[in-house]
């Protein structure tokens, strides 16, 4: 079962998209330097279509939702996206992985962006050249093009 602490939204977790970021709990990654160990724990709401729809209805001018973590039940994760690719045609997808890999339990015609790697504290994230993690944008053919680079946008001077 999918369970969620708490929601923001954010302007930096997916290019160019207002997401609603929303934090899965149970997660059996344990990164260490992990900015929300709490997470590791079994906590929170389930998450489930009833949840997702009420929390989308929420925070009207979102144009994406991801899911932080839920690693532990991707097969969830893909349906409960696929939901929301039917129900909400106008929201994208995006979904943070801590594996290196993506699951096979994924049907990537349910996602618009897909994030892997778990956070090494000493490669840091996205915006670093020496980050471990890849985001991705998902084609509507099923191809992943990678798109880390525009995290590491440089500043105007």
């Not at 207002?18 to 929300?36: K, R, W």
Request: hydrophobic share 30%; aromatic share 8%; with cysteine.
């Amino acid at each position: 079962m999918l369970k969620y602490t708490d929601t923001e939204v954010v302007f930096k977790e997916v290019p160019d998209e207002i997401t609603l970021a929303i934090n899965l709990s149970n997660c059996p990654i344990h990164c260490p330097g992990c900015h929300s160990p709490h997470l590791w724990e079994d906590i929170g709401d389930e998450l489930n279509e009833e949840s997702i729809s009420t929390l989308i209805k929420a925070h009207p001018g979102i144009s994406c939702v991801s899911l932080m973590g839920g690693d532990l039940c991707p097969k969830e994760v893909s349906d409960l996206f696929g939901y929301v690719r039917g129900a909400f045609k106008e929201i994208k997808t995006s979904w943070y992985s801590g594996r290196n890999t993506i699951s096979k339990e994924i049907d990537l015609r349910n996602f618009n962006y897909i994030k892997i790697g778990p956070y090494i504290e000493s490669l840091g994230g996205l915006d670093k050249e020496t980050t471990n993690q890849i985001m991705y944008r998902v084609t509507e053919s099923g191809e992943l093009v990678d798109i880390t680079e525009k995290f590491r946008i440089k500043s105007w001077k």
